[in-house]
């Protein structure tokens, strides 16, 4: 990944609105957008048995693809593989030496996220170009809210002469034995001994980004916030959205828009009590009583818990729901939290009309 490396970086540069010119997924409950976009609107999941049990011996749900023969960081890198093939056949010819590529992979501190495990995720994407992406390319070992440090960094390359476009994937599997047990240590996995975890997952999602053109018809990211929520999922800090709620404002504020012109909410709520209490305290906070009824939707329902994935994969998703006359509406707030405490929030703008 030569001087790419991992990035952590930060910073409060002034928001320009990027376009998303194609976008790719490999999920659950499809190998491609076009099928998953088919199954969620449709509300179709994959959870099914999976070969991991709880701690009485139960066997647990799980939201996996049909790739048993293949395990490990090869499982991960096929996934990538196709949520990228899937971009680039409605991308038309992407040149790698004036693309930047970032990958958002899982947070530190989870199983197999060392230097290597990102690696393996990056030389995946590269390999299907056969070419070195821009020396601009980044890891963000951030998990779900990596989004967010992940589009400025984005937005700052494609604002020098030499890239072009950016190349954004978002790669995950919690479907391993390490990672499966990390979980249930913390009793955070939907099992018989608890009814208010999560369901594992795994998938990829990649969006192909670029500057908004004049009389584009994409979709665009019109604004992002970031901020640290200091509250956690063990309760010595009292659950008031204070971090989540300051990312929604931000986010606001950088597209210029005020709440009140917000038509529909996705976030990736999983089942777990404290990130639902989080949100809702966060749309009480942002909200005003006469406009705190946006529509919500959520991609765990038919996923699973898709990890550092489901940025991209909530994207590239809405780039095929927000084009549609059934769409709910036609500006969207995203929002994620990593369990580190970092918060992202998007607003995404449709300029599409509808059909």
């Not at 954004?168 to 034995?177: E, H, T």
């Not at 200091?230 to 404002?249: H, W």
């Amino acid at each position: 990944m030569s001087s790419k490396g991992v990035n952590q970086e930060m910073d409060d540069d002034v928001w320009y609105p990027l376009a998303i010119y194609a976008a790719g997924v490999c999920c659950p409950v499809g190998y491609s957008l076009a099928a998953a976009s088919c199954a969620i609107r449709a509300g179709v999941d994959h959870f099914q048995e999976s070969p991991f049990i709880d701690g009485t011996g139960k066997t647990l749900l799980a939201a996996k693809l049909d790739l048993d023969d293949i395990w490990g960081p090869q499982r991960l890198a096929e996934i990538v593989k196709m949520a990228v093939l899937d971009c680039e056949s409605g991308a038309g010819e992407i040149d790698p030496a004036s693309t930047v590529l970032i990958i958002i992979g899982a947070e530190r501190g989870r199983p197999h996220t060392t230097d290597a495990h990102f690696n393996n995720i990056y030389k995946a994407c590269e390999a299907q170009f056969q070419t070195p992406f821009h020396e601009g390319s980044a890891v963000f070992p951030q998990g779900r809210a990596g989004i967010g440090d992940a589009l400025w960094h984005a937005q700052r390359k494609l604002r020098t002469h030499s890239v072009k476009r950016v190349l954004l994937v978002g790669a995950d599997s919690l479907l391993d034995a390490a990672t499966i047990g990390y979980y249930l240590r913390q009793e955070r996995l939907l099992c018989s001994t608890n009814t208010c975890g999560f369901i594992p997952g795994e998938g990829a999602g990649a969006i192909l980004l670029g500057p908004v053109r004049q009389g584009g018809q994409e979709l665009q990211i019109a604004g992002v916030g970031r901020a640290i929520e200091s509250a956690k999922p063990d309760g010595e800090v009292p659950n008031r959205a204070v971090g989540l709620t300051a990312a929604i404002r931000d986010a606001c504020a950088r597209a210029k828009i005020s709440p009140a012109a917000l038509d529909f909410c996705m976030n990736d709520q999983n089942g777990e009590p404290f990130f639902a209490i989080e949100a809702s305290n966060a749309h009480t906070r942002v909200m005003n009583k006469a406009e705190n009824s946006l529509h919500l939707l959520q991609m765990a329902d038919c996923t699973g818990e898709t990890g550092a994935a489901t940025g991209p994969i909530t994207i590239a998703y809405l780039t095929s729901l927000m084009g549609r006359k059934d769409a709910p509406g036609r500006v969207a707030l995203l929002h994620f939290a990593s369990d580190d405490g970092k918060r992202a929030a998007l607003i995404l703008n449709s300029g599409i009309a509808p059909t």
